[in-house]
């Protein structure tokens, strides 16, 4: 078993940009590389440490269907539970989604947050693990709710 204690590349340039709101919009520029299909959300990271995640997303012409929702959420869940278990699992450990379930709950007409938990300390080599992940509107009503399955593994060693 590997406690989750030490500090990966990822939180360590989230510590060292949130303090500043340039900073915040650096990191997410940063994660728009790593991650291309994130870049329309134009994710706002919020909150990011070990155990949790919070980004949001504004109500912009680029996220909304043809009815004025904001659409992609299942896209922001995915990114906020790849998060906070890239930040939570240790350096010695990868992770890749393999699945999710989730749950449209009500329309979102304005910006949304979605928080990303995980709550787990201890970690083997191989492993699947559901990150639940809520989505709250503006308004604080809950929109979507999901579980994203990922499978964390030994990182391979060249």
Not at 75 to 81: D, G
Request: charged share 20%.
């Amino acid at each position: 078993m590997t406690h989750t204690n030490a500090v990966g590349a990822t939180l360590r340039s989230w510590q060292k940009r949130s303090g500043s709101r340039f900073g915040r919009w650096l990191f997410g520029r940063m994660i728009y590389r790593r991650a291309p299909h994130v870049r329309t959300l134009q994710p706002r990271f919020i909150e990011l440490r070990p155990a949790l995640c919070r980004v949001a997303i504004a109500n912009r012409k680029a996220v909304r269907d043809s009815h004025g929702s904001v659409q992609c959420l299942a896209n922001l869940c995915e990114l906020a539970a790849g998060m906070v278990t890239e930040v939570t699992i240790p350096p010695t450990l990868t992770w890749v989604t393999r699945g999710m379930t989730i749950e449209y709950l009500r329309r979102a007409q304005t910006g949304v947050t979605a928080t990303a938990r995980l709550d787990k300390t201890e970690w083997s080599d191989t492993q699947n693990v559901g990150v639940p992940v809520s989505v709250v509107d503006d308004r604080g009503a809950e929109v979507v709710r999901a579980v994203i399955s990922i499978n964390v593994s030994a990182r391979e060693t060249a």
